[in-house]
């Protein structure tokens, strides 16, 4: 018997079920020293990488306060997720982080969430060795135990752990809604061509619509 019930992704958040994810907004990937800038020549920093540091501090940062400030007024959980090992030498991240020479020690000042958005005393805050939350953490067992069914997601990368995280979401049956500008990557066109591909997979908002459909 086929359900006459209309499915959709564009579903207004409800506090008591939703909560805010931000990924990988830590040292290692925003200051300059930092490390994976750390052994950068200025050169890059402002050719290369330029447009990533604009967005950053230009929008993308302020636009995470804004929501952090919003979900925490509405009483809705902000949660964290940082590139961290869960060793020192990082034996157990995962083959491509080795390869790609990631390694964010335990307990390191790389592994910390930015003091612009620092998580709250009773805030979860989940480390991971892989592109994908999912993956190398407890995050799904952690949302069901909150009861979460809708997932925002914001931060950092676009087209690598946050397009990770929103697939792999959206495929264990969360609602998610990708806030576009309160995410970077390290160009324009990188960030359109991820937002292009998991049009699909999530509802895509910008930080003052969503903020105004919370306070509503």
Known sequence: MSSSVSLSRDVPLEARQSALLFIDVQNFCVRREGGEFKDVADSDLSGKYGYYFDRLHGSAIPNMQRLQSAFREAGIEVLYTTIESLTKDGRDRSLDYKITGFNVPKGSWDGQVIDEIAPG???IVLPKSSSSVFVSTHIDYILRNLGVRQLVISGLITDQCVESAVRDACDLGYLVTLVTDA????????????????AGYCRQV????LIAEIGR
């Open 121 to 123: 005393e009773d805030e």
């Open 206 to 209: 910008d930080t003052r619509s």
């Open 183 to 198: 995410c970077a990557t390290y160009s324009q066109e990188r960030h359109d061509n991820s937002l292009r591909a998991i």
